[in-house]
Nanobody
Framework: VQLQASGGGLVQGGGSLRLSCLAS????????MGWFRQTPEKEREFVAA????????YYADSVKGRFTISRDNAKNTVYLEMNSLKPEDTAVYYC??????????????????WGQGTLVTVSS
């Protein structure tokens, strides 16, 4: 599956953004989907994930209560709604796809395909 992330940009602290990730290729509904982020100073970190059918979601503690992951299998798209953004949320955000049999979705090496990344910058 090929992935293309979009929706990043510059936003003031406390603001909101919605990232989208459009998938093409093999059946999107057979993949678990995740969002990760990375800065030059930090290693890639898990942000959120959603099971293939949308029935379970997972979040990093740092974004719980502020970010929401969702998917629309009819549109081959996964979303990351980000609210109450903080400067420390500044990063390149990547969407990724893991086969449906993968159990642990918080580990990047479990994902088979990655999008190109979209930059989110939160000003203070």
């Amino acid at each position: 599956v090929q992935l293309q992330a979009s929706g990043g940009g510059l936003v003031q602290g406390g603001g909101s953004l919605r990232l989208s990730c459009l998938a093409s290729g093999r059946a999107f509904s057979t993949y678990n989907m995740g969002w990760f982020r990375q800065t030059p100073e930090k290693e890639r970190e898990f942000v959120a994930a959603i099971r293939w059918g949308g029935h379970n979601t997972y979040y990093a503690d740092s974004v719980k209560g502020r970010f929401t992951i969702s998917r629309d299998n009819a549109k081959n798209t996964v979303y990351l709604e980000m609210n109450s953004l903080k400067p420390e949320d500044t990063a390149v955000y990547y969407c990724a796809a893991a086969p449906l049999y993968v159990n642990t979705l918080t580990i990047g090496t479990q994902y088979a395909s990655w999008g190109q990344g979209t930059l989110v910058t939160v000003s203070s």
